[in-house]
């Protein structure tokens, strides 16, 4: 097998956008619409396959939007195409995310037979006062449904998103959200902690003052309260923002933390290929007529190739987020110098994040401390 | 018999800024053929970016032109530029001094400002011949009949030739020209007499060492000669004698009636100081000339490195500033909050950001510069006088008799509709009326005296904002005089910052106290922590705020690979961070330092 890569499509459609959604989605889009992308992103697969020959794919993932949102047909319909295009490994991760109000039986065994073997449902809560203020789709039954079916259908590697730090979210209700989903013993669980994103309702509403924030110090507090809860419960808690029992780490997200190549396929999607970081136009009317044309429709002004300096730094900061952290033998290995050779100048703020206990280091390997996730961003921008 | 010196012109061009002083410059020398249209950048007179970006000319340039007549001799013209702003009155009135006449141009759009009728009396103080010019008349909003019977009335002088010009479009430089001729005298003196001749610039250069500029009342100048500076009682061998053409042109020697350029072993400008009086060692002329006078620091604030700077490069680049730089002084100095750095004098408002921004951008520095602050006299108990230019250094409240602060005298012109809301400004910051004149029917000059204290906060600011920009300012020193005044202190997390602290008079100090604790707030991001933001009288809190708590963006989701936005996000970051000064646990950008004091609509003042 030669190289290996991991490969993100993009599915842009939702039936409604929350009001948190800050993220390349359109809830106003027809059938045709749909349709009319679906084509786009499968010339663009042609097109993609053709330029990254003798590349294999352990991952994919789709993602989205709400890529449950459409049918089971275009589903099998784009993994064959992808089968088709890509060399894809025989123990390839294949994760579609979806929202529980989508995802019906029908989907759940076109999924099987098309050989995905990882849902990734975005729950956020299991509170119905806090998905309605979240302004969800689903409500908390709607889920529980979800999430049984796909069990029932065989799938063994299902991930629960959950969201803190929602307005009027008490610990409470996030305390039980957190042990119903322990009970449901998803192999995998992603909590994020709610941004404003601009452009939202939510960051329109806060600005003018409709919507409050929920306390820094709860906010804090919930993120710290889950991750206790998910590792006493067996799980590893292996990225900031993601938990899951032994053997079940996402390996498509792990490529981003570890300078691994991944290939973005559809709508506003990153690549990282060949040392080249770039971004699809997220103008649908541009992709369109790009791929249309015959040709990758790159953001042009995203072209970025990394440099050996950028690489090193990127690496830092990505792997920081990881329980493994920094490796530096691995360091070493990738860029031909010690990493105390290469951030020598960096030694005086890295001594003085271990002794205020924002990182540790053990076997050759540098990482955040619990406490060290809280300023991860101060302690990450050192390596950029 | 004619003489070398009937064929000479020396003059000045003065206006208001934006009056189009040195686009007019720029057409006599296009026309005089000493710039090559092509070869221009727009106004070739302000050759610092700086300048030419804001449109103001800050430093003299003095160029040496040849104009043929209609009566078809041949003319040189020597132009010295001078610079366009109040804060550099001596220098303008010391170039006025080596000149027999002043052209003045006057917006036709705008009329007569109050810093032109500065710039009018100090060439009337020097009995300059006044050649009023009417530019910028291609504007439809131009007004000219108005405008000349404006100079007729306000200044009293005659304005029926006054030349209609545009400069943009070069229209009417050519009756201007030959008006210069015509109008303005020839200089006289002897060049057989003793040397005599006046300092009006010198700058620095790499390859010459200091240039000075002079203009040769009597005598004559030449390479070799012994010269003496009168006032400073240094003695230089002249090395090179020349013209500026512009370019140093060397000639055998400088005449009197002749302007041009003499250098000497000399090394710090300081050494040829504006104003001072040139003659031969070996053969003295009896008199200096009359005007000298050392420039003198108004304003003070303190530079300190920012961030990672070093404070060798901060202390190399303000070395050589000061070599180019008479008026600008500096020494070392230690703040609590920001380490090791200087407390540095200039002019005026204006001079301390021109300096600052050349430190910015010809040497790359980043620095935080503390609150201006003027220089407070303090009468100890036991009778010392202190002179206070660091507010942190006001000694303890117990030991003060009294403080004196620097009262100046304002000129302010404005149109007629505003006098309303520049009186409550004035009266707000402590202003006495004098006198309230109407210069016509609808302008209006204000006389007020001013502490400089409140003048140099942002009283420009206000004043422009205030009057749509037509008010015009222009001061000038009076005394010192006793006033109540009081040391604010700023406390963040419970901490002094030193840097902060400023003399405020008593009236004020509750005022400015909250205006500073809000505009902190604004600037300082919000921390992990809350972080209490007070305003002190000694141990008494007058005003508090307090900057929320956040939680960083750490657990956000990083979405699909686009790891380009978290690394863009985290360079923010950093940025910021490097913009920043760790006070105790609270970090502060340095904005923080300058924003608390400039001009700002909303806060009532």
Request: proline residues 3%.
């Amino acid at each position: 097998m030669g190289k290996t890569f991991g490969l993100y499509i993009h599915i842009p459609f939702c039936e409604r956008k929350c009001k948190y959604c800050g993220f390349l989605s359109f809830d106003d889009c027809g059938a045709e619409d749909l349709n009319a992308y679906l084509k786009a992103l499968e010339a663009e697969l042609s097109m993609d396959s053709r330029k990254y020959q003798g590349y294999t794919a352990d991952t994919v993932f789709i993602g989205g939007g709400t890529p449950s949102l459409i049918a089971a047909g275009q589903i099998s319909e784009l993994i064959s195409i992808i089968r088709d295009e890509f060399d894809i490994a025989e123990d390839a991760e294949i994760s579609i995310e979806a929202n529980p109000n989508s995802l019906t039986n029908e989907k759940l065994s076109a999924y099987m037979d098309a050989g995905i073997n990882r849902i990734s449902i975005g729950a956020q809560s299991l509170d119905d006062k806090v998905l309605d203020t979240l302004g969800r789709i689903h409500d908390r039954k709607c889920f529980l449904s979800a999430y049984n079916s796909a069990r029932d259908h065989g799938f063994s590697n299902i991930n629960i998103d959950l969201m803190s730090g929602i307005p009027g979210q008490t610990m409470e209700q996030w305390d039980n959200t957190v042990s119903e989903v322990i009970s449901l013993k998803p192999e995998h669980v992603s909590f994020y902690s709610l941004q404003l994103e601009e452009g939202t309702p939510f960051y329109e509403s806060y600005k003018n003052g409709e919507l409050d924030m929920i306390d820094t110090a709860l906010d804090t507090e919930m993120y710290h309260e889950a991750v206790r809860a998910f590792k006493d419960s067996g799980y590893e808690h292996y990225e900031i923002s993601n938990a899951a029992l032994p053997g079940h780490e996402c390996r498509h997200n792990l490529k981003y933390w570890s300078l691994g190549e991944y290939l973005g396929a559809g709508l506003g999607a990153s690549s990282y290929m060949n040392c080249v970081r770039y971004k699809n136009e997220d103008d649908i009317k541009h992709y369109c007529k790009a791929v249309n044309g015959g040709e990758i429709p790159v953001d042009k002004k995203s072209l970025h190739n990394d440099t050996e300096k950028d690489s090193m730094g990127i690496y830092c900061f990505t792997a920081l987020r990881t329980s493994a952290g920094i490796d530096t033998r691995r360091f070493s290995e990738l860029f031909g110098k010690p990493f105390f050779a290469a951030y020598s100048d960096k030694m005086e703020a890295i001594g003085k994040y271990m002794a205020e206990g924002s990182l540790k280091t053990d076997g050759g390997h540098i990482m955040l401390t619990e406490n060290g996730i809280d300023v991860s961003n101060d302690i990450m921008s050192e390596f950029v | 018999m004619d003489s070398y010196k009937d064929y000479i012109r020396n003059f000045s061009i003065i206006a208001h800024i934006d009056h189009g002083k040195s686009t007019l410059a720029d057409r006599i020398l296009e026309k005089t053929g000493v710039v090559a249209k092509r070869d221009m950048k727009e106004q070739y007179l302000d050759n610092m970016d700086l300048e030419r970006e804001r449109g103001i000319t800050i430093k003299l340039q003095t160029t040496r032109l040849s104009y043929k007549a209609k009566d078809g001799h041949e003319y040189i013209f020597n132009l010295i530029d001078t610079p366009g702003h109040v804060d550099f009155n001596y220098e303008v009135s010391r170039s006025l001094a080596a000149c027999e006449g002043a052209v003045l141009v006057v917006d036709s759009t705008q009329g007569v400002e109050a810093q032109t009728l500065g710039n009018v009396y100090l060439a009337l103080d020097e009995d300059l011949e006044i050649l009023p010019v009417l530019n910028k008349i291609d504007l439809p909003s131009a007004h000219p009949e108005e405008v000349r019977e404006e100079i007729e009335d306000i200044i009293g002088i005659d304005a029926e030739e006054a030349p209609l010009v545009s400069a943009k479009e070069g229209t009417g430089v050519d009756d201007l020209l030959e008006a210069i001729v015509e109008k303005i005298p020839a200089p006289t003196g002897d060049p057989n007499k003793p040397l005599k001749a006046l300092i009006f610039d010198s700058y620095y250069d790499n390859y010459k060492g200091v240039v000075i500029l002079a203009r040769i009342f009597s005598g004559t100048v030449k390479k070799g000669d012994t010269i003496r500076m009168m006032n400073a009682g240094t003695v230089h061998e002249v090395t090179e004698v020349g013209t500026y053409s512009p370019g140093h042109v060397q000639c055998g020697e400088l005449r009197a009636g002749e302007v041009g350029y003499i250098c000497g072993s000399i090394k710090q400008v300081r050494d040829a100081r504006v104003g001072d009086t040139i003659t031969l060692d070996a053969n003295r002329t009896k008199e200096p000339l009359k005007g000298y006078k050392k420039a003198q620091s108004m304003v003070y604030c303190g530079i300190y490195p920012a961030g990672t700077e070093k404070y060798d490069n901060v202390k190399d680049a303000l070395e050589k500033l000061q070599v180019n730089d008479a008026a600008f002084n500096f020494e070392p100095e230690t703040s609590q909050a920001l380490g090791y750095g200087f407390r540095c004098g200039f002019l005026g408002l204006l001079h301390m950001e021109v300096i600052v921004e050349r430190l910015e951008r010809e040497f790359d520095l980043e620095v935080i510069t503390t609150a201006p602050s003027v220089i407070y006299k303090v009468i100890k108990t036991d009778g010392t006088e202190l002179m206070i230019e660091n507010p942190s250094n006001l000694p303890e409240m117990t030991e003060i008799d009294h403080v004196e602060e620097p009262v100046v005298k304002a000129d302010i012109m404005l149109p007629n509709d505003y006098v309303g809301s520049i009186m409550e400004l004035c009266q707000k910051r402590r202003g006495k009326m004098l006198d309230m004149e109407y210069l016509t029917e609808t302008r209006v000059c204000l006389h007020y005296e001013i502490p400089l204290n409140e003048v140099i906060y942002d009283f420009f600011d206000a004043l422009k904002s205030k009057t749509r920009g037509y008010g015009s300012l222009d001061y000038e020193f009076l005394r010192y005089e006793p006033s109540r005044l009081v040391k604010l202190d700023i406390m963040l997390n419970k901490e002094i910052v030193d840097a902060f602290s400023m003399i405020v008079h008593e009236s004020e100090a509750y005022a400015r106290g909250r205006s500073v604790c809000e505009k902190l707030k604004e600037v300082i991001p919000m921390h992990q922590f809350e972080v209490p933001i007070q305003a002190c009288i000694g141990q008494k809190i007058i005003a508090r705020e307090t900057v929320r708590a956040y939680r960083k963006d750490v657990i956000a989701k990083c979405y699909g690979g686009d790891i380009s936005r978290k690394k863009k996000l985290l360079e923010k970051q950093k940025e910021g961070k490097k913009r920043m000064r760790q006070f105790g646990s609270v970090e502060v950008p340095q904005e923080a330092f300058t924003a608390v004091f400039k001009y700002d609509d909303s806060n009532g003042k």
